[in-house]
């Protein structure tokens, strides 16, 4: 059994491209920690993925915005569900702090 911290070894991106980090993956299930200091989803492109997608924001400030328009402000501690289909973006990650994202992939 290995213990590890989703807070440390932090490598802070650069450039355009946010860090993905694989934590667990079991089944139909995965978890990520996503690094984001100021990168956002390039103009034009969305997200859609054909898993769900349940995100909690552990540091920083971001926002998403909907295919719809909808766009959702996350401070520390929030969480949502994106359900699969929906496709989305990311409009703003705050850059002190940088974002520690956790992402839960399943079907």
């Known amino acids: 059994m290995l ?4 807070f440390k070894d932090i490598r802070l991106p650069e450039g355009d ?6 934590v ?3 089944g139909n299930l995965s978890i990520e920690r996503i690094i984001s200091n100021g990168q956002t989803t390039p103009a034009g492109k969305w997200y859609n993925s054909d898993r769900n ?11 998403l915005e ?3 328009g909808m766009v959702i402000h996350l401070s520390e501690g929030d969480y949502l569900l994106i359900p699969a289909g929906q496709k ?3 409009s703003y990650t705050s850059k ?3 974002c520690i994202w956790l992402a839960v992939h399943f079907d």
Do not use: Q
């Not at 491209?17 to 694989?22: K, L, Y």
């Not at 997608?53 to 926002?63: C, D, M, N, P, T």
């Open 88 to 90: 989305h973006r990311v």
């Open 24 to 26: 667990c993956t079991a």
């Open 96 to 98: 002190e702090p940088p």
């Open 3 to 6: 213990i590890r911290n989703l």
């Open 17 to 22: 491209t946010e860090i993905f980090e694989g």
């Open 66 to 68: 909907m295919e719809n």
């Open 53 to 63: 997608e349940w995100v909690v924001l552990l540091k920083g400030k971001a926002s």
